[in-house]
């Protein structure tokens, strides 16, 4: 950066479920302060608050609703009962998470990433608020059901958390376009240390199963090693999940394969040096495994954004998707990963090469141009 502008103050709000979210705001609040500017984190979860405050930042625990979705909508009655008990002490949580932002400083601007703590900040404080997801495509672009699922439960939930943001980058690992000149689509946020990972390819299947509600690996990993252990021996597998399924997923493991607790730099090692990736169908995943040049066999968990994610991945040939493990759809995506390398590869360096965190800072840094003084250059060019 060459201009001469003040630093910013900036408090991003951060969606406590999983780590995708926390991993890719961590990426960003990180190069924000290495280019001088003051980042604070909302987020909710003890072990997201702590996740944050090891990275040296400020962060808070923050009221996250429960907005369960039943069918493909949310419904009223089901979002009341399910936070009637919770919603006072909610209420007052927000109501101090408040005067903690008049103590500390009130800052520039809002960032928010799919959570309703920081769009309230915003308009309390009459601040810009910039929403930074993946998730905001199924609220602007109108996409079309999935099989049986449909968009409108993340609709609603979007709507809820954020009722209005002043400017909303959408994170995409395929190109989207709209014509609101509040959209700005940007590729995936991923992490220096997946971009720096050395990448090679070796007789290794690297795979990673979550839990959603009562949705747990189990039978994917099940279904997963038998077909190696029938039709793929010559091949390592490599199996990671989170500790309260190891060991039930241990018995599974034998001969070249392995079931690994979830270790972050492990997995990603592990990836850069693998055939190809085996999951559920996840965002930030997806998102890395392109940036190291892996296709992957997706097996989606019981959502539209998973559905979503799986079919055009599917769809643009960077990979296959199936509804459950099966010999048909593993030994299929097998045979073509040659071709689906190259398809990644190709992709990758035409569409995920540019660094989102750039038109990000660019653009929150042009919101004060006033007030120069000169800032740090950022370490992550």
């Not at 189990?218 to 190891?246: P, S």
């Amino acid at each position: 950066m060459s201009g001469l502008i003040r630093p910013l103050s900036v408090i991003i709000g951060v969606n406590g479920i999983g780590m995708g979210h926390s991993v890719r705001q961590s990426v960003i609040a990180q190069y924000l302060r290495d280019r001088g500017h003051e980042v604070r984190i909302v987020t909710n979860g003890t072990a997201r608050v702590e996740y944050f405050q090891d990275l040296g930042f400020t962060a808070w625990n923050g009221w996250m609703p429960t907005l369960l979705a039943r069918g493909d909508r949310i419904y009223a009655s089901d979002a009341a009962r399910a936070n009637i008990r919770q919603a006072p002490a909610g209420i007052a949580q927000h109501l101090r998470l408040r005067q903690l932002v008049r103590e500390t400083g009130i800052p520039d601007v809002f960032i928010t990433d799919y959570e309703p703590n920081t769009p309230r900040l915003a308009y309390h404080f009459g601040k810009p608020l910039i929403s930074v997801d993946q998730q905001s495509k199924y609220r602007h672009l109108g996409l079309p059901n999935v099989g049986r699922y449909a968009r409108t439960a993340d609709e609603q939930r979007l709507r809820y958390f954020t009722p209005r943001a002043d400017r909303s980058f959408i994170c995409s690992f395929v190109p989207l376009k709209d014509e609101d000149p509040k959209l700005e689509f940007i590729a995936p946020v991923v992490p220096d240390v997946v971009r720096s990972a050395p990448v090679s390819t070796e007789p290794l299947f690297t795979a990673y199963f979550s839990r959603y509600f009562d949705h747990g690996p189990e039978d994917t990993v099940r279904a997963l090693t038998e077909i190696f252990q029938q039709h793929v021996t010559d091949r390592a597998l490599r199996i990671y999940a989170q500790g309260a399924d190891i060991e039930v997923l241990r018995r599974h493991a034998g001969g070249k394969i392995e079931i690994c607790p979830f270790d972050r730099e492990a997995f990603i090692a592990d990836m850069a040096r693998s055939e190809a990736v085996f999951s559920n169908a996840g965002f930030n995943l997806i998102s890395e495994a392109f940036v190291l040049g892996k296709p992957v066999h997706l097996v989606p968990l019981p959502t539209y954004d998973q559905h979503w994610c799986a079919k055009v991945v599917d769809e643009a040939k960077l990979g296959t998707s199936t509804a459950r493990i099966n010999p048909a759809g593993v030994l299929g995506f097998l045979h073509r990963l040659q071709e689906l390398r190259q398809n990644v590869v190709r992709h990758r360096d035409q569409h995920l090469t540019t660094d989102p965190r750039r038109q990000i800072a660019s653009y929150l840094e042009g919101l004060l141009p006033e007030a120069p003084r000169q800032l740090r250059s950022s370490s992550a060019r």
